[in-house]
């Protein structure tokens, strides 16, 4: 079965500081996984996808299979990047979604 | 482009009655998705539609039903509603000409209470 877990509810850091959030998943064929972000007032959409291995705005996430995890990271927090970040794993034509980590990142 | 559009945004229901909530996909999505977004759930999978073929459905009953027009538009049916239908109600579009495309643009959902 597809599932993802995301563990923490809540992460709060202050500015500057490194945030890692964290995402396992368990499927038995080849996932897609992808991060997605929902600011406040604003719809869900599309952060990171790690088939293109990309950084944007400062946040990276590495397919681990041998760990079967997807953390989100970036070095330094910036205060716009409070928001709700969810996982999601791509499989057998459905797309699911972790319950979602808040962040905070304080001044 | 536009972006996925959904009417209506909000919505206050009562037990025992139906609802349709609609969505308009990105001009050239053909592919559809519903979710169902609760606090304690989080999101949760419905269905997909493509070229107005119901390709997955998640582990919903049967209550919850959908659609999908020749212009792509789609819209979920809900009958009998429960309080616990209560939820924000998401729908995405995605481009893939084929197959699923898991890269999927969010509207800003139908906020559905159940009174």
């Known amino acids: 079965a597809q599932r993802v877990t995301q563990p923490e509810k809540l992460l709060s850091v202050f500015k500057g500081a490194p945030v890692e959030l964290k995402c396992n998943y368990s499927?038995?064929?080849?996932?897609?996984l992808f991060w997605y972000v929902q600011y406040s007032r604003q719809r869900l959409q599309l952060l990171l996808r790690?088939?293109s291995r990309e950084s944007i705005k400062g946040f990276t996430a590495d397919l681990n299979k041998g760990e079967t995890s997807f953390h989100l990271k970036k070095p330094f927090a910036q205060e716009e990047d409070s928001a709700m970040y969810y996982c999601?794993?791509?499989?057998?034509?459905?797309?699911?979604f972790g319950t979602g980590t808040r962040l905070q990142v304080f001044p | 482009k536009a972006g996925v559009t959904q009417t209506p945004r909000y919505l206050i229901k009562t037990r025992g009655q139906q609802v349709t909530l609609s969505c308009s996909p990105i001009?050239?999505?053909?592919?559809v998705s519903w979710y169902q977004q609760t606090p304690g759930q989080g999101l949760q999978f419905l269905f997909e539609?493509?070229?107005?073929?119901?390709?997955n459905k998640g582990n919903f009953p049967g209550r919850f039903s959908g659609r999908q027009f020749s212009n792509s538009r789609s819209e979920m049916n809900v009958s009998t509603l429960e309080l616990g239908d209560s939820a924000l109600y998401l729908c995405?579009?995605?481009?893939?000409?084929?197959?699923?495309?898991?890269?999927?643009?969010f509207g800003p959902g139908t906020r559905l209470t159940v009174t």
């Open positions: 499927y038995s064929g080849s996932p897609e």
């Open positions: 539609y493509f070229s107005e073929t119901q390709r």
């Open positions: 790690h088939i």
């Open positions: 995405a579009s995605s481009s893939l000409i084929s197959g699923v495309s898991y890269e999927q643009y």
């Open positions: 999601a794993l791509g499989g057998s034509d459905k797309l699911i």
């Open positions: 001009s050239g999505h053909r592919s």
